[in-house]
């Protein structure tokens, strides 16, 4: 049996950037995105794993559908974890070209939306550690004093927006794995056990790092923090 050519991107081999725009719904994020498969805001009706099998062919435009429905979510949660949109987009276009990449060892196709967010998890915590280690060698404040427009869009859907700038700025002085678990939990809508399919963490874990997350931000921003998001354990 022939070996197959290594996978190229859809324009002749040549890593292309994505460049879907992300919209925003007026509708909240716990309805926002389909529960089950993670999706964003739905293109068709034509299934993730139908897609995948279309991408795998190689068929024009496939693996660029998937990218529009999966858009949103993935570049709304690097904006809140990062609190930077320049670096956002890069954690972005790198999980879409690892995803693209591996597209091969995607056991369960239809969770595609769930494996595509790991992967950006992963990507992205990597890089606030990096970060941690930069700042700390070069002196830099690790609290930033302003916040970017991403982040900002992004908590609009939990807070005013007057109160988006405070609760952003208590965010970046969560430690990662708390900071994780607290945007995936209250921003995102996600259940423990949907969560623990993205980071591993077991659902006991993630239930203590929400809580102790929300405990920091009380610390920080007052008892007014309880009622700056709607969604309760």
């Keep these: 049996r022939a070996r197959r050519s290594p996978r190229s991107f859809p324009d002749g081999g ?15 994020a716990s309805r926002r995105y389909e529960r089950l498969g993670f999706d964003g805001c739905k293109v068709d009706s034509t299934s993730d794993a139908e897609l995948v099998a279309r991408a795998r062919r190689s068929e024009r435009g496939a693996f660029d559908e998937l990218v529009a429905r999966h858009e949103p ?27 693209f990449e591996r597209l091969e060892q995607l056991a369960s196709p239809e969770r595609f939306g769930a494996w595509v967010l790991s992967i950006a998890a ?10 941690v280690q ?23 859907s939990l807070v005013a927006r007057e109160s988006a700038e405070l609760l952003a700025l208590a965010i970046d002085r969560l ?24 980071t591993g963490a077991n659902e006991g874990t993630l239930q203590v790092r929400v809580h102790r997350a929300r405990a920091l931000l009380r610390s920080q921003l007052g008892n007014a923090v309880d009622t700056f998001w709607r969604r309760q354990d």
């Design 122 to 131: 992963n990507r992205c915590r990597n890089h606030l550690r990096d970060e």
């Design 73 to 99: 979510r993935i570049l709304r949660y690097l904006a809140s974890m990062t609190g930077d949109d320049a670096a956002a987009q890069d954690l972005r276009q790198e999980a879409f070209r690892t995803a």
């Design 134 to 156: 930069r700042r700390a060698l070069g002196g830099d404040d690790p609290h930033p004093r302003t916040v970017d427009h991403g982040r900002r869009s992004a908590l609009s």
């Design 175 to 198: 430690p990662i794995l708390l900071r994780e678990a607290f945007v995936l939990f209250v921003q995102e809508g996600m259940s423990y056990a949907e969560i623990a399919e993205i």
């Design 14 to 28: 040549r890593p292309r950037r994505f460049c879907a725009r992300s919209r925003r719904c007026a509708l909240p």
